[in-house]
């Protein structure tokens, strides 16, 4: 049984681009969170998805968004990088409002 | 803001010892979790402890949670290398997002 997964592992962007970080719930999960961790820091909540919509923000600019698709799998857009946006970008999915299990997470570094 | 810090911020241990840490919050929680990361990896998570439990076991780890103090502590016993690692706690204020503290970084001396 595959757990969460994301993609890619890590990323180099400039000032001002954009990306879009990509996960997969573990099998049977219905809900993705998304979550920013700063060097040194523990993990700040951005928001979660569920059936398709969001569900809840945490305090991030309009520049994070996101997306769940049908097949429960979610993207997260950041736009007009800045250089504090550098962190590891962790997915976490859950069924419902059950534990949240954790990917791997995607390593963004913006220059 | 985050709702919940641990302390120490760090910690070192010979091999076999236990290690202890704590976790304080601000606002009444539903459930209380430790979570586990190595180097900069995802989060493991280790163990939940409901608001109505005051002590949890699982295998090495021995939760307790301390409601009227607003407080957890995690050990761990008969360390190993392994156990090496950031030890986060997490908790949810709602059903949705979990709030986490800045960790205690575990150190396991051979």
């Known amino acids: 049984d595959a757990g969460v997964t994301q993609s890619p592992t890590h990323l180099i962007k400039t000032r001002g681009q954009q990306v879009t970080l990509r996960c997969s719930p573990k099998?049977?999960?219905?809900?993705v969170s998304w979550y920013q961790q700063a060097l040194g820091q523990g993990p700040q909540f951005i928001f979660q998805?569920?059936?398709?919509?969001?569900?809840q923000r945490g305090n991030f600019p309009d520049r994070f968004s996101g997306h769940q698709f049908p097949n429960y799998s979610s993207e997260l857009n950041v736009n007009a990088l800045l250089l504090g946006d550098s962190a590891l970008y962790l997915c976490?999915?859950?069924?419902?409002?059950?534990?949240?299990?954790f990917g791997p997470g995607t390593r963004l570094l913006v220059l | 803001s985050q709702q919940g810090e641990e302390d120490p911020q760090a910690l070192s241990i010979q091999e076999g010892e236990n290690a202890t840490m704590n976790c304080s919050y601000k606002?009444?929680?539903?459930?209380l979790q430790w979570y586990r990361q190595n180097s900069g990896r995802g989060l493991v998570h280790l163990i939940l402890?409901?608001?109505?439990?005051r002590e949890k076991h699982s295998g090495r780890l021995r939760v307790t949670l301390d409601t009227s103090k607003k407080s957890s502590s995690l050990l761990i016993t008969a360390s190993r290398a392994a156990d090496t690692a950031s030890y986060f706690c997490?908790?949810?204020?709602?059903?949705?997002?979990?709030?986490f503290g800045a960790g205690t970084t575990v150190t396991v001396r051979a």
């Open positions: 976490a999915s859950s069924s419902g409002v059950g534990t949240q299990y």
């Open positions: 099998s049977g999960h219905d809900t």
């Open positions: 998805y569920y059936e398709e919509e969001e569900r």
């Open positions: 606002t009444s929680i539903n459930n």
């Open positions: 402890i409901r608001s109505n439990e």
């Open positions: 997490a908790t949810d204020i709602d059903d949705y997002k979990l709030s």
